[in-house]
């Protein structure tokens, strides 16, 4: 079983940038789809970004342009690069390997997830 492990949130002001890690305790890595998801209090958990194993990424609306997912096969990781951040991006971020067939975006399709790493976007 793949234990996925976050890290790299923080507290940044808005318009900053952070990079959150995602590492995995097995190497074979690159044969997962993964994603990561962010999560507030009372709320469900929301997709944010998601790359295949050919490393095709997807974004949901409210971060393209900003954040950029990406894979180093060699450590492994996947990585979040977050610019231009705003409040409203203020979470837990999760990484999580998708084991399930439909939506890339549905949460309901990711397992093996981490622990989560909090990023706090202040004004």
């Known amino acids: 079983q793949v234990q996925l492990v976050e890290s790299g949130g923080g507290l940044v002001q808005a318009g900053g940038s952070l990079r959150l890690s995602c590492a995995a305790d097995?190497?074979?890595?690159?044969?997962?789809?993964m994603a990561w998801f962010r999560q507030t209090p009372g709320n469900v958990r929301e997709f944010v970004a998601a790359l295949t194993r050919d490393d095709s990424p997807d974004y949901a609306e409210s971060v393209t342009g900003r954040f950029s997912i990406s894979r180093d096969s060699a450590k492994p990781t996947v990585n979040l690069q977050m610019d231009s951040l705003r409040p409203e991006d203020t979470a837990v971020y999760y990484c999580a390997v998708k084991i399930g067939w439909s939506s890339p975006r549905d949460p309901g399709n990711y397992g093996h997830w981490g622990q989560g790493t909090q990023v706090t976007v202040s004004l």
């Open positions: 097995r190497y074979g890595f690159k044969l997962y789809d």
